[in-house]
């Protein structure tokens, strides 16, 4: 029986996942990876550690079935969106990557954006500071050297394809992140290669999602004990192949990740840019499909963050804080840690405790980040309005997902009926494994990309809803107000 694999760079860790002919999850591995913050507002990995974890994966696979890693047909690939790889002349790093999360190109950004305000309707979005292109700006200017040695630059899933493949590739959907991507014409800009001094040769070639990017290297096939001719799809960053995961590929289809970071995505049958809403038009995984996606920089991860600042379990506190919850905390949380993106574009905003006292409780507190990363998520829904893409329902995915706590404040929060989904936390895993059976088979991604059963559909309580609408006006207040303060920090 034909088997399938889906191989996830994400930040926090590498995820692997085995799937058979039937789409039924065979084996799971899951590799931690450390991240660096050298300096403010910078965040930075190793490739190598990245193909370090992947090894691992693959071992941890190969012990639970060997048979199964034997008999695997097709790789997909997701990851990260918008890190930078950079490669020499012999494909080696020229340093660490600078990743999505990393805010010190601020200052090029907004140069790009003031100096070349016709390309951002056409790369889908205004140039921001997590995207690759400012970020070569940025070295240009502080690392010439570095700069000039530059050969190649990757997104960090497609350094995991060169080490599987030999290949320098990438596919539209990760590719769509990097502010170089002509998102209509489905190709690279020459004219925003060009104002970041860089030309095509410095760039991957580009294929679909669903498209064969190339076959497994013979000695890494051998190092597993896998076929000569397993094939590496194209893949998709990990926006786009949550959505495959979880069938949101027809016009309309909406949900909600709740991973690191967060994204509110609905799926469109053509390219409709709004850079003024900050809202990002991308190409989607499979040929001639698009998404428009509001992006936040902070989602599970503040829960997480809470926890260990707790000295918590973040089961126990989940159990604790749902057991007391009775309304909406009057502890407000902005869960900008790592700054924002939607609808703030703003690297230096910080997270706040707002109306703490000395009767506040530890699940005060959590309740409040929970509801924080909430809050956001309703500017998230607001800036998709103000871009012409309403919002009746949507479904959620990733590790937050398995909360079905956090999915009732999410769904009276933003007043829409929430989906929970089986297996929704395997997300782009899972949508990379579809990717490589399409690349193999050649099916339709309708076909294959469907829906997978819907555990429950969360309703909104419509007292908390109105109960929630001043909260959430409060919260915009409190950005706002300390928005001066975050920049002077």
């Known amino acids: 029986m034909p088997h399938y694999l889906g191989i996830d760079v994400g930040t926090s860790a590498v995820k692997a996942i085995l799937v058979d002919e039937r789409q039924t999850t ?16 910078w965040s930075e990995q190793e ?25 695997v047909r097709g790789i997909g690939l997701s990851g990260q969106m918008h890190g930078a790889v950079l490669l020499d002349a012999a494909n080696r790093p020229l340093r660490p990557a600078i990743l999505w999360n990393d805010g010190r190109s601020y200052r090029e950004a907004q140069e790009l954006g003031a100096e070349y305000p016709e390309l951002s309707p056409a790369m889908g979005v205004i140039p921001m500071p997590g995207f690759t292109a400012p970020k070569l700006v940025w070295l240009a200017r502080h690392e010439p050297e570095t700069f000039r040695a530059v050969r190649k630059v990757l997104l960090p899933k497609d350094y995991i394809r060169f080490q599987l493949t030999g290949a320098i590739v990438t596919d539209m959907s990760d590719a769509a992140g990097t502010w170089w991507l002509d ?57 786009a192949a949550g959505a495959v995961g979880m069938g949101a590929i027809a016009d309309g289809s909406a949900f909600i990740s709740l991973g690191t970071s967060g994204q509110l995505l609905v799926t469109t049958e053509t390219f409709s840019p709004a850079p003024e809403a900050l809202v990002h038009s991308f190409c989607h995984a499979v040929p001639g499909r698009w998404f428009q ?52 574009n703003d690297p230096h905003a910080r997270g706040v ?41 949507a ?95």
Request: proline residues 6%.
């Open 293 to 344: 996606m509001a992006a936040m920089l902070n989602g599970a991860s503040c829960l997480a963050w809470a926890a260990n600042l707790l000295k918590r379990d973040i089961g126990e506190i989940l159990r604790e804080t749902e057991a007391a919850y009775r309304k909406p905390s009057d502890v407000l949380f902005l869960p900008y840690l790592a700054g924002e993106r939607t609808p703030h």
């Open 353 to 393: 405790f707002f109306g703490l006292s000395p009767d506040t409780r530890q699940t005060d507190m959590a309740q409040a980040v929970l509801e924080g990363v909430a809050y956001s998520f309703a500017d998230a829904k607001l800036a998709l309005e103000q871009a012409g893409t309403p919002l009746t329902q």
């Open 395 to 489: 479904g959620i995915i990733g590790g937050g997902s398995r909360s079905q706590f956090w999915t009732k404040i999410f769904a009276s929060v933003l007043n829409i009926p929430i989906m929970r989904y089986q297996g929704s936390d395997k997300g782009p895993a899972f949508g990379a494994a579809r990717l490589a059976r399409i690349a193999v088979t050649g099916e339709a991604p309708e076909d294959v990309c469907t829906a997978p059963g819907i555990l429950e559909t969360v309703e909104p309580d419509p007292q908390l809803a109105e109960l929630y609408r001043p909260r959430i006006e409060s919260f915009r207040s409190l950005y706002r107000a300390l928005k001066p303060e975050f920049t002077r920090s």
């Open 26 to 41: 065979i084996a799971e591995a899951d590799v931690s990876l450390p991240i660096s913050r050298p300096r403010d507002l």
């Open 47 to 71: 490739p190598e550690d990245w193909w370090q974890a992947v090894q691992a994966s693959l071992d941890q696979l190969r012990s639970k079935d060997a048979a199964a890693l034997a008999d």
């Open 183 to 239: 998102e209509a014409e489905r190709d690279w800009s020459d004219e925003a290669l060009a104002a970041t001094g860089l030309t095509r040769d410095h760039m991957a070639n580009l294929v679909e999602g669903s498209q064969s990017s190339g076959t497994v290297d013979p000695e890494v096939a051998r190092r597993w004990g896998m076929r000569r001719d397993v094939v590496v799809a194209g893949g998709a960053g990990d926006a």
